[in-house]
């Protein structure tokens, strides 16, 4: 039996007592965002640290540490905190900014998802008789004929039914979803009616709370998804969650207590009771839809990627543990396909590509990038395999968009410019800083089409190893080091800026018409609204059309979550809208090769 | 603070180690089934015990044990449970056959109960076709799409689909109620389905599995209700469980799990799995249905005993904990008033008095007896609350209608010949010999029609402080006493059969009918089984009608719930049944009193 050991995490102090894991998992036990993109297999790099003492034995550098680390960062205690394992005794372990999670940057841009107030929640004020002799109708009775309509009461409803009436002097309120009952209250509250919309992406959970008797949204809060500890891409989680039911047991609680979480801040911040809280909304990609409903995602992991469901789902709160009404409802927006959420049934609501002639093309660019093109006849659909480097992942000096994230660079002759989210030293590229920078580079002629330095005594090009591109000097940073990017990182952003191309272009083909003739653009998603139209159209990223069709739609996820809590129309025309969508799955397209191999290179518009 | 006391029931030999209880409240902690139908309060006498080893020191004798306990008796060591504490020490405590609460005979006399076979819960055997990259229709929709209707699918079902389907190599068996899907199974079990059905009655719970494939009864078992520990009438039941939260749980934990045993019980003895019985059915009066279904009865003890439905209701089965196919139904068959619950429902349903032109009358006789006088058109229903001397309280030899029990009584002259349930030697009366007792001794002129002893010399009556009928001598009887009945007896039975008489007098009043002219009578419920017809119309328990025209319809409660089980259209029905019944609260009867003395003296034919 190994004996316990002693892990400190610094700033913040926070100890560890525990049998031998990596210090990754210790660090997932203290709740320090620890990085960990690659699902802890020493891929990314990411979980860099530093061991700052050591009155034990620790595990020899791995072969992966060595490719991540330089051999200076070894001698001074630099580690991969997934692959670093103290054996015995205690180690005071420092996590240096960068390779932490951190707050993320939320948008506030977005598309207005005003929709006439008419939600399936509904709360009815009712005065009932009391019972007589002469009127010994029951008490479900009395409340059904007060309802005017026939309904279904659960049983804890049922429950505390006569009590409550009695104690309210038959003077109550009855909320109702549909025809369910799921709240009767002493008094008038029909003001007090509230409902959540939620997005629960891979990386970042929102969540909203929206009064269903105004319509107004009343507070927003938004927090990482743990989950993110299992892997940054979904692909990592699809596998851990599948390889035992405790995983994926784990990974629902994670993801439910987040959102739990979130719902006591919006709660919290607007003085409002949870069990005001009568219906949630949520959107999500079909893993994170999965794991919140506790379903194993294995089966959308394997070919042909099929969900379990692709209809509107309802379940009550309390078979999911979500804390508000536990007799109220939680809702999840239909999934397209396996790889094709219900974050993009959000975007179709909000940008009513549906409801045009014109043909519109919608992108949500991320790890698998959603894109949608069609318009009032049919839409076509298709997932892009473009991989984390739009996050900041697989990407040197790839960040997300945190404070201090590098998220937009300019350059002018030898001049080289940047600014970072709130300013703060930079401590790394994020995607939209990426996206300009190799634009840049290519404009000023610093690379190739295919990515290749053109001149390796460029003053901002040193050798480390390889060459790479300083963007910002050791001086300037937050990180004691340089921030640079590598031939490497190029490519690795050719090849999802490629896969994006691939996408598009297909469903054109698809569609029968040229890229050139899409009416409007949408871009969605955070990433979306940061980055520079015209650099994405020099990378070919999106299509080439007029500046003014193409727009921001932003945080489209939550957006469209909320037009389905507020609006039963919205609810009721999902149907017709799925029906509409045909899938593409680009991995099974006979022109997919030809279409990418050309997409990769860049070039001159 | 108390030391722990030791107390060992015999001859079990059962120990328990408790802070200091009343010994009936032990008795209940060590499973010893000890009568106590007056709740505990010192009232009925019924839970004799006699200390037979004392290394301690009990309370002194109360002034009720003094009431039910001679001199001798309290010497010999007799105490009642319900009053006797032991203060310190231990004792060894000998619970007498008569004290305990024993297996009560059920009756298998009964109407046929075949209904054509057409339940809610159907399974169907689908072969689907696994997706492919042409057909990506998600789980759920494939399944919907092979059982050709839109379905309800519960989340666990929902969770576990993906696997079991393809697990199952996709041909599998689905069961579904109603729209609802409750079981994906794999291979063919179309055969395989069952349903329960139940009778919640206050003293004994009836459970029979049925083949929902055949319709035929597979197996079934029955039990004590243990509630009965908490009093025998209901009455005592509403004030103990809305006492405090905790006891409607307690009352709901106990029968629940008194039901969980039959279940298990008829599932063991026909080798079927748990998971394979995918409805249950159930009948009780209204405070077995609240109780139940955890919903507090209070509100059904306080006039107008209004009930909180009068609906079939259903809820799946994992909401309250029956050990069955956690997502298969519970349904409560409808109630018709507080004091009408739905073993009448039942009740109707079996006898179909509600489908004749003819009128009938239907008596269910217990503590409260439930009559029903009526066709057709419309059908009148009361609730005669005939105390509980008809099941052997408040009657002091009157036990319920266990082994020992005399159940029939003959006196021919001097001569009085009696038999015994299972010809044991005779450890008191039940019921139906106290009416066979009642009305020879009328016959025979030993009693006036008040119930007066004529002759205190006749060779049968004793004195004993008052005096008594000795109808079992000590020599003859299991108890090491003689079997009496006593003049406040025969009233306490005199009183109850007047309050029944009073019922049906009133009803065909309302009803414009003499009770001569009622076409058919229908006695329902075991006691109804056991009685002699011809000494129930000398004592005017029933209307006087052409013989012929009587019948037992035994044990209509589970009969009419298997009714249910079995058959939509019985289901369906229900509502329009229960439109035409008419509630006549016999409480609030301006002609109850009269009626009432006019009917409690005995009459000759």
Not at 254 to 262: A, D, E, H, K
Not at 387 to 405: L, Y
Not at 568 to 592: D, H
């Amino acid at each position: 039996m190994e004996d316990d050991i002693t892990v400190t995490f610094e700033p913040e102090g926070k100890t560890v007592i525990a049998s031998s894991h990596t210090l990754l998992e210790l660090a997932q036990c203290a709740n320090i965002g620890l990085r960990g993109e690659c699902g802890g297999k020493g891929g990314c790099g990411k979980c860099k640290i530093k061991i700052v003492a050591l009155n034990g034995v620790l595990n020899e550098p791995m072969k992966s540490e060595r490719v991540h680390l330089t051999d200076d960062q070894i001698v001074e205690g630099y580690r991969l905190g997934c692959q670093t394992r103290l054996l015995s005794g205690r180690c005071t372990v420092y996590v240096p900014p960068e390779s932490r999670t951190g707050k993320r940057l939320i948008s506030g841009v977005g598309l207005d998802e005003d929709v006439p107030l008419e939600p399936l929640v509904r709360k009815f004020h009712l005065s009932l008789v009391p019972p007589t002799f002469d009127d010994t109708r029951p008490d479900r009775k009395r409340l059904e004929d007060a309802l005017n309509k026939p309904v279904y009461v659960p049983l804890s409803i049922l429950a505390t039914l006569p009590t409550t009436l009695r104690t309210a002097g038959w003077d109550v309120t009855a909320a109702l979803w549909n025809s369910r009952v799921i709240a009767v209250e002493p008094g008038d509250t029909t003001k007090e009616v509230f409902g959540a919309a939620v997005d629960i992406g891979s990386s970042k959970v929102i969540c909203h709370l929206v009064s269903l008797a105004t319509g107004e949204t009343v507070a927003s809060a938004n927090a990482e998804n743990p989950q993110i500890m299992y892997g940054e891409d979904v692909v990592s989680r699809i596998t851990y969650a599948s390889k035992r039911p405790e995983h994926l047991q784990k990974m629902q609680d994670l993801i439910i207590s987040t959102v739990n979480r979130l719902l006591d801040a919006v709660c919290q911040k607007s003085g409002i009771p949870s069990e005001q809280v009568y219906e949630l909304v949520f959107v999500g990609n079909s893993v994170m839809h999965h794991l919140f409903l506790g379903i194993s995602p294995k089966h959308i992991g394997v070919a042909p990627f099929v969900p379990v469901t692709g209809s509107l789902e309802s379940f009550p709160a309390k078979e999911l543990g979500v804390r508000m009404n536990p007799e109220g409802m939680v809702t999840a927006v239909p999934l397209i396909e396996g790889y094709i959420g219900s974050d993009a049934v959000a975007n179709l609501l909000i940008t009513r590509i549906y409801q045009s002639e014109k043909v519109s093309l919608t992108i949500d660019i991320g790890t698998n990038s959603e894109i949608l093109l069609g318009n009032n006849e049919r839409i076509f659909a298709c997932s892009a395999p473009s991989g984390p480097s739009f996050e900041g992942a697989h990407i040197s000096s790839g960040i997300k968009a945190v404070t201090g994230a590098i998220e937009s660079v300019t350059i002018e002759g030898d001049t080289l410019t940047y600014t970072t989210i709130d300013d703060a030293k930079p401590k790394g590229i994020c995607g939209s800083g990426v996206i300009d920078l190799v634009a840049e580079l290519f404009l000023a002629d610093v690379i190739t089409k295919t990515g290749k330095f053109r001149d390796l005594n460029h003053p901002r090009i040193i050798e480390d190893g390889v060459p790479k591109f300083v963007i910002a000097w050791n001086k300037e940073t937050a990180t004691d080091g340089d921030i640079t990017i590598t031939e490497k990182d190029i490519n690795e952003f050719l090849l999802a800026k490629g896969s994006l191309n691939t996408g598009w272009t297909i469903l054109s083909r698809h569609y029968g018409i040229s890229p050139s003739d899409i009416d409007s653009i949408y871009l969605a998603g955070s990433f979306g609204t940061h980055i520079d139209i015209e650099n994405a159209i020099t990378l070919s990223l999106i299509p080439d059309i007029d500046r003014k069709q193409i727009f921001f739609a932003g945080e489209t996820a939550v957006g469209g979550a909320k037009m389905v809590l507020k609006s039963v129309s919205e609810r009721k025309q999902l149907p017709q809208i799925l029906r509409s969508i045909v899938y593409i799955e680009l991995s099974v397209e006979p022109t997919f090769n030809t279409v990418y191999i050309k997409s990769i290179p860049l070039s001159p518009k």
